[in-house]
């Protein structure tokens, strides 16, 4: 228990701390993918600025107010200009006013359409060399190069992509090398620590253990040793065969304290067993038990009772079908793995129940059945059968609203529960409200299910299912 808890505390630790180191190490790569890009562009418009004051325009004729970019002189013979846009990576392409390419120093011009744009744009180019299609990923801008109200052209600026994508493309290498070690990191240490915050409940609990090991042992000798004494007493006073009528008020108190103790002692064993499974501290032993045995040996304890109230109590088994020709399937047909103490005092209280709310010429029937899930598309038999007890009566029922609480710990349904004739039920006042709560607790130790139907005044139904495969 506490290294699944040891176990759930690290993993969180190293859980939480990963989201958070995930979510900087996004915000750290946006940041630095938008500064790249920024850069990029500002570099560009840069670029646009110093092209446009080398351009050269001159005058088409000396009669008008026309002009004209002088291509030679402003890029051809620019050679500062054009040195530096090549050490940069830069493009440049200068278009006529139609949108005619006039000068490139791209080796093949780059059929894209002009679009004016002076924030910037990634556009991608596909290129066919050798037969073969070739992708290519451009930041652009684009300027138009006005003379008042005259248009003398397109000037575009590309700068290769790469020069964003590679550095990202490190830098979110570095960034999950960087998490992948800090996260191994955070998993050491969340576990070192999650063992030093384990280490004072270990010992609480530790002494909480030793306590109820303690109690347990001192409550059951005490209820043993008062056990004792009042069976010797009684004992005696049936040796010393006076019929005083004090003596037979002494032996009517000390037959009273006799139950008592007995369903004190009950109680506390009730108790105990439940809090060792909520704990997880109980150390059960699971081994092979035929549940058609230990139904038998149930129903047979329990037919005495059944004898003096008048009530039929029958046990059916549900043979296997003619289909099952295998011997070791059918040897053990209504074999699973479990704790046999734990199944006796199981059915024992469904079974002790029933006959407790049955009246009189009533009737209790124990049915025992294996279930054989198959595989609707394959018609291939599950691997993972159950068996299931079937525990039903003809008593006088529970009412709907009572039935959500049953296996609550203590609850008990009203006193006044009565059988249709009006009569009421005085026996449930005897009982502690703890049968319930213990048949699902051992229900759910062995990985099962349970089920309570009723109908008042007409009877109960309870179901128990559990697996016959259980690792344990």
């Not at 040793?225 to 065969?241: C, M």
């Amino acid at each position: 228990m506490f290294q699944t808890t040891r176990r759930r505390l690290a993993l969180w630790y190293t859980a939480v701390t990963a989201l958070l180191l995930l979510l900087f190490a996004t915000g750290v790569y946006l940041y630095v993918r938008n500064t790249l890009v920024e850069r990029i562009d500002d570099t560009l418009n840069h670029v646009v600025e110093v092209v446009e004051r080398s351009l050269v325009i001159e005058p088409i004729n000396s009669n008008t107010s026309q002009y004209r970019i002088n291509v030679e002189a402003s890029f051809r013979d620019n050679t500062d200009t054009v040195e530096t846009v090549e050490d940069d990576h830069i493009d440049l392409e200068w278009f006529s006013p139609t949108g005619q390419l006039l000068w490139s120093t791209l080796s093949e011009p780059l059929d894209i359409p002009i679009h004016v744009n002076r924030t910037g744009e990634t556009v991608h180019v596909v290129r066919q060399r050798d037969g073969q299609n070739s992708s290519l990923l451009l930041r652009q801008v684009t300027q138009r190069v006005e003379v008042g109200k005259q248009v003398l052209g397109y000037l575009r600026v590309s700068h290769p992509w790469f020069e964003v994508t590679k550095p990202s493309r490190q830098l979110i290498l570095d960034l999950a090398i960087g998490i992948w070690m800090m996260v191994l990191s955070v998993a050491a240490s969340g576990w070192f620590l999650s063992g030093k915050a384990m280490e004072p409940v270990y010992e609480s609990y530790q002494r909480l253990k030793q306590f109820t090991a303690d109690a347990s042992h001192e409550l059951r000798s005490l209820i043993a040793l008062i056990q004792t004494n009042v069976q010797v007493a009684l004992a005696d006073l049936d040796a010393a065969e006076v019929k005083d009528a004090t003596l037979s008020h002494y032996r009517q108190q000390l037959q009273v304290v006799e139950r008592l103790t007995q369903r004190l002692g009950k109680l506390v064993n009730d108790l105990l067993f439940l809090a060792r499974q909520d704990s997880g501290i109980s150390q059960e032993n699971f081994s092979a038990c035929p549940v058609d045995a230990l139904l038998m040996e149930v129903v047979e304890e329990q037919q005495l009772l059944a004898a003096e109230k008048n009530i039929t109590l029958t046990f059916n088994l549900i043979d296997p079908p003619t289909t099952e020709t295998k011997p070791e399937i059918l040897e053990n047909w209504f074999t699973l793995s479990g704790n046999w103490n734990q199944l006796i005092q199981l059915f024992t209280n469904l079974i002790s129940n029933a006959l407790r709310y049955t009246p009189p010429s009533g009737q209790v029937n124990v049915e025992l059945a294996r279930l054989e899930t198959t595989n609707r598309s394959s018609g291939l038999r599950s691997s993972h059968p159950q068996l299931q007890i079937k525990v039903s009566d003809t008593g006088i029922g529970i009412p709907t609203e009572a039935i959500p609480r049953l296996f609550d710990r203590f609850y008990r349904v009203d006193p006044a529960r009565t059988h249709p004739n009006g009569s009421i039920k005085t026996e449930n006042t005897t009982g502690s409200g703890l049968g319930l709560a213990i048949a699902l607790a051992i229900v759910e130790n062995h990985q099962g299910q349970i089920q309570l139907e009723s109908t008042l005044g007409k009877g109960t139904n309870v179901t128990v299912t559990l697996p016959i495969t259980l690792e344990k």
